[in-house]
């Protein structure tokens, strides 16, 4: 089935902007949804795409970076990502997230999925990258990156941490998954 076929049978009434600042818009809307019921149906608008890499080296490894998410209250490993404004070419924004976090640069790269975080709540579209031929040099943070770790491994062992529940960040696990299938993992 086509999927650019099927017709929306959602009716949009009107759209509130409630809250903005420079990483997201929120805005509520007043529907009528698929059963012909009103209702309201909120929106997260993100200001930037998502952009995850996975590097790996010649024998297999690969580089997490772990950091404290303050929505979540906890520290988690994922793979290194970040965020690149809507009209800056993703390939280009994962080359800088890659060596800003890990001081990696990679000659090859390679697209290897895109997604979307959460399609319930937000319109953010993500792209997940193999970044290979790897460089190592210094990393450059961000600011809110200070008490970032890094941290080399096999990449069978961060697919397993995906598999025993230890890496949830939804990119890591979709970017992760995909590039252990490509792989033969």
């Known amino acids: 089935m086509n999927q650019k076929e099927i017709k929306n049978p959602w009716t949009t009434l009107s759209g509130e902007e409630k809250y903005t600042n420079r990483w997201i818009q929120v805005t509520e809307f007043q529907v009528i949804n698929p059963a012909g019921g009103k209702g309201i149906y909120g929106k997260v608008h993100f200001r930037n795409k998502a952009i995850g890499v996975i590097p790996v080296d010649a024998e297999g490894n690969t580089w997490l970076v772990g950091q404290f998410r303050y929505t979540l209250n906890e520290f988690h490993w994922e793979i290194p990502e970040g965020g690149a404004p809507l009209d800056e070419d993703p390939l280009d924004a994962a080359k800088r997230e890659l060596r800003e976090e890990t001081g990696i640069v990679a000659k090859r790269w390679t697209k290897i999925a895109r997604l979307h975080t959460s399609n319930s709540v937000t319109d953010e579209e993500g792209f997940i990258y193999l970044a290979e031929d790897l460089e190592h040099g210094a990393n450059n943070l961000e600011e809110t990156e200070a008490d970032m770790k ?26 992760l998954l995909t590039l252990g299938r490509l792989k033969g993992i």
């Open 150 to 175: 890094v941290w080399k491994l096999p990449l069978k062992e961060a697919i397993d941490m995906v598999m025993r529940g230890e890496i949830t960040d939804s990119p890591s696990v979709i970017g």
